[in-house]
């Protein structure tokens, strides 16, 4: 129910009026700073006696991506007599809940699918040396397939200090794409920028700086769920693909797991070369 509820986060009447920029509602009780939020503005004015008359819409993914300290907790409809606390470990799995519980939530849903950005020499290291197995971070397909600029994907998965080694000349990026066989092997991407963030969230994971650790990309505009694999096999059928600069996905290749190799997909639309490059020898 929390997953997928509606929250209030409550804002001053000059953030409301966008005369300032708005701030993370927090009262400080028992050596512990609570982020404050509300599951309607009825329960928002009860619970705080009138005194808070304005707020924004969240959701607790959303409160996860932007998640300010690994050492705040949430509470939810404070001063009312029903109430919620989550630190920020329970807030990251019930905000980002692993694929095995998803399968578990819905039995009959198909099997994800799964996304790794490539930098140019993995693609080349792919294809060269036959890689067959997947390592290093991904996202769910459905997470991310309304991204259509190369740019746009890359600046949501907080990569763009990578751009140079991701998109090409052209303007595309290269992608990984594959079915999730055996959910148990990706890990939500738990964790902090050192051991005491980590342990505030019972994760596995230290990384520098913009790292989230609640289960999300550092994009607190993009609801984008994060997991990481180590030597991952990829099934057969996975997909290379080049996003183009137009918004198109073109396959590039394709794993056969029978031969052990990746086979290169020849473009449906071969280049129009001009008529002086076809005169010659025909080589």
Request: net charge negative; aromatic share 6%; proline share 7%.
């Amino acid at each position: 129910m929390l997953q997928a509820a509606q929250l209030c986060l409550p804002l001053t009447g000059a953030a409301a009026a966008g005369d300032e920029a708005p701030v993370w509602p927090t009262v400080s009780a028992a050596d512990q700073t609570w982020i404050i939020a509300y599951t309607s503005i009825e329960s928002m004015h009860l619970g705080s006696g009138g005194a808070l008359e304005h707020a924004r819409a969240t959701s607790l993914p959303e409160l996860a991506a932007g998640w300010p300290d690994h050492s705040w907790a949430l509470v939810i409809n404070p001063g009312l007599p029903v109430q919620v606390t989550l630190d920020a470990a329970a807030l990251a799995r019930v905000a980002a809940p692993s694929l095995l519980e998803d399968r578990a939530a819905q039995p009959t849903a198909r099997t994800p699918m799964m996304q790794k950005l490539l930098r140019h020499a993995d693609v080349h290291h792919t294809l060269q040396f036959g890689v067959t197995r997947v390592s290093g971070y991904c996202h769910q397909l459905v997470d991310v397939a309304h991204i259509a600029a190369p740019e746009g994907l890359v600046e949501a998965l907080g990569r763009k200090n990578e751009t140079a080694e991701l998109i090409t000349d052209q303007g595309s990026v290269n992608v990984l794409r594959w079915p999730a066989v055996g959910l148990e092997l990706y890990r939500n991407a738990f964790g902090g920028i050192d051991e005491a963030s980590r342990a505030a969230v019972n994760g596995w994971l230290i990384e520098e700086p913009p790292f989230v650790g609640l289960g999300f990309v550092p994009s607190a505009d993009q609801l984008i769920r994060e997991y990481k694999v180590d030597g991952v096999g990829l099934p057969h059928g996975a997909e290379i693909c080049e996003l183009t600069a137009t918004g198109t996905a073109e396959t590039r290749a394709l794993l056969d797991v029978d031969l052990a190799q990746w086979l290169l997909i020849v473009p449906s639309d071969p280049p129009d070369f001009p008529d002086s490059a076809r005169a010659g020898n025909g080589s």
